[in-house]
């Protein structure tokens, strides 16, 4: 087959899946029947497009395609879907250009986000849906198993039909608190591609460029909401240092030890243009603490050269939003011994080595050895060393750990 | 475009008040009052899609037929799940859809104390 077709395919299904299916289901009314009709229409692009050529507007081509095929269902099994339940659709049916209450694909992010499904199912059926990854892709993301995962989102789409979660975009007094459960969502979509917890790839690209996408699509549909910037600068800003975070070898490198000049500089700029903007709003929003932290990082030539005190200043903040949050107590104290010293460092630890939620930490076990080494008291450090390598799974922070321990206890001969 | 179809019209929806009875019982007169105010809102705004509801007695006063080792139905004392937190009161409403009953049943006073909830269960269609 064509290359360029098959790119062209591609291409079309990243930027234009979820309208294809979001404007199918409000003639459906039916996420099953709109999802099957939206992948019928892919796999027509394929077999018209070699001889036909590209269309000039794929997106449009698709969504033809897909809503012809719908009606051809709908006719047919009219009697049947009587006894059905149908997605509740509102009567309005706005287009392109209507304000952004009418925007299909907002109508379908809320609709997989509503708070009557676990966030489990919220994920899954983002990722199904919305992004378009395959049944087997979001299994794999989750590290499940295909017929559980196909389970879990069979289920979730049963429970909107049953309890009428609406195809909607709520109104404003149940806004803040759907809004608040799509950007953990799209964030948790983001972490799991970003840090990989387990498999050969340690970045996922399909959930990392999802998240993204969803975010600036979501900038762009709500360009008044405080949060959804937020976010979206706090994404770019990591996704800035994509590139940077594997070396030469294709393995991941940490922070300390990235060469900065191949992180992303347009990106950097967006996002903190994103930052400057959100950091003036009130309530200021966790999401924007998080990415100004994450500014820090992105603009500090070095690792050692990064303002340690505007760090440790904004994870005091984000520990007053986010009150009893060890994992942030614990990017404090590094940020202080940063900032401070290593004697300064292991004073903020302290008190969190009887936190019961660090207790099998490797971060906390690390971050104490390398303390302990900078003051040169290495039978304690090479404790705590074998002590994180025993709690860490990720195969290049043990690399990391093992080459630690190694210098301490050469040192100590 | 698309017809109508028959299941269109409202939707019904059970909502099950479950909470700790001692706790509904140690209310204060103050209390009650507010508490039975929320209720009356609840109604108000519901209006006509309150389709039926009452407020039970206490768990300790239900009865439950069960059956036993020979298949004959035994009566026994107490409800069907011996749990602190009970049923205690029903609504049966009509809504166009879940976020409708939701914002209704955000009124009713049982979901913003901590002892008690309101589980909202759709009502199967059978046309």
Known sequence: ?413 | MIPTEGNDLMAKYMLLIYGDAAQWEAMTPDERAAHDARHAAFREAAGPRVAGGEELEFAPNATTLRAGVTGEPITTDGPFLETKEALGEYYLVEAADLDEVLRLAALLPEVHASHSAVEIRPVVFHG
């Not at chain 1, 993204?212 to 959804?228: C, K, T, W």
């Open chain 1, 1 to 413: 087959m064509n290359d360029d077709v098959v790119a062209a395919v591609a291409s079309a299904h990243r930027r234009d899946w979820a309208q294809v299916l979001a404007t199918t289901v409000r003639l459906t009314r039916n996420l099953d029947l709109a999802e099957e009709c939206t992948q019928d229409a892919y796999a027509q692009a394929l077999r018209v497009w070699p001889e036909s050529g590209v269309p000039e507007r794929p997106g449009a081509w698709l969504s033809r395609v897909a809503r012809n095929r719908a009606l051809d269902v709908v006719r047919r099994e009219t009697r049947l879907r009587r006894m059905l339940p149908l997605l509740v659709v509102d009567a309005t049916t706005a287009g392109p250009g209507d304000d952004p209450g009418g925007d299909d694909r907002l109508r379908l992010i809320f609709t997989c986000c509503h708070p009557a499904l676990g966030r489990e199912a919220q994920v899954a059926l983002t990722l199904r849906l919305v992004c378009g990854l395959s049944t087997a892709e979001v299994a794999r993301a989750f590290l499940m198993r295909e017929p559980a995962m196909a389970a879990r989102i069979t289920r979730a789409k049963r429970k909107i039909a049953a309890a009428r979660i609406p195809y909607r975009v709520p109104a404003a007094d149940q806004l803040g608190e759907r809004v608040g459960a799509v950007l953990q969502v799209v964030h948790l979509i983001f972490t799991t591609g970003h840090t990989a917890p387990a498999g050969p790839a340690l970045v996922r690209r399909d959930l990392t460029d999802g998240a993204v996408d969803l975010a600036r699509l979501l900038r762009l549909l709500m360009p008044g909401d405080a949060d959804v910037g937020a976010l979206l600068a706090l994404l770019l800003l990591n996704e800035a240092r994509a590139d940077g975070r594997r070396g030469p070898d294709g393995r991941l490198l940490l922070l300390c030890d990235q060469d900065r000049s191949r992180w992303d500089a347009g990106l950097i700029a967006e996002g903190s243009a994103l930052l400057t903007q959100a950091l003036r709003r009130r309530p200021l929003s966790r999401y924007a603490v998080e990415a100004a932290i994450a500014a820090v990082h992105a603009e500090a030539p070095s690792w050692e050269r990064t303002d340690w005190t505007e760090i440790a200043g904004l994870y005091t903040v984000l520990g007053r939003m986010w009150p009893g949050s060890p994992v942030v107590a614990l990017n404090r104290a590094v940020a202080i011994g940063m900032r401070d010293g290593p004697q300064a460092g292991l004073t903020a630890l302290a008190p969190l080595l009887d936190e019961p939620a660090l207790a099998t930490y490797g971060y906390l076990s690390a971050a104490r050895a390398d303390f302990l080494r900078r003051l040169g008291r290495r039978a304690e450090a090479e404790t705590a060393y074998a002590e994180a390598l025993a709690l860490t799974g990720n195969e290049v922070e043990r690399d990391f750990l093992a080459r630690r321990l190694d210098d301490v206890r050469a040192a100590g001969r």
